[in-house]
């Protein structure tokens, strides 16, 4: 699999997103992303408690720990490379996560608009 350039939605290098927990479709620590990405793990987003249930109620559980795939569960306050397709939908029911711009792949801007992103951005960036 080749990885795509690791540049953010500003245009810059990729920052890393988080390495605790290890987050991204590479298990890297960023949102870097490629063509076999097919859920698109581009958004670096820092959870919110209103997030995660959200998440669950549609019918992705990220905060239950799954040790059979090595996966502790996010909590408020972790950041991990979010689909960018669950983002937006997230955006649009009003519960969003924050968005760490820096750390968020240029490729979610092909599902997600920028001004999106930027209405949650976790920092002026």
């Given amino acids: 699999m080749d990885k795509d350039p690791s540049l953010n939605v500003l245009g810059e290098t990729l920052q890393t997103c988080s390495t ?3 987050t991204g479709f590479f298990r890297n620590g960023a949102c870097d992303t490629c ?3 097919s859920g698109s793990h581009t958004v670096c987003a820092v959870m919110t ?6 998440s669950k109620y549609v019918g992705n559980d990220l905060s239950t720990s799954r040790p059979e795939f090595g996966f502790v569960g996010l909590k408020s ?15 649009d029911e ?6 760490n711009l820096a750390a968020t792949h240029n490729r979610a801007l092909e599902i997600v608009p920028l001004t999106v992103l930027q209405r949650h951005a976790a920092t002026a960036s």
Avoid at 49 to 54: I, K, P, V
């Fill in 20 to 22: 605790d927990p290890m």
């Fill in 35 to 37: 063509d076999q990405d």
């Fill in 49 to 54: 408690d209103e997030f995660l249930a959200f």
């Fill in 77 to 91: 306050g972790d950041s991990w490379c979010l689909c960018a397709a669950r983002f937006l939908q997230a955006a």
């Fill in 94 to 99: 009003g519960c969003a996560p924050r968005v």
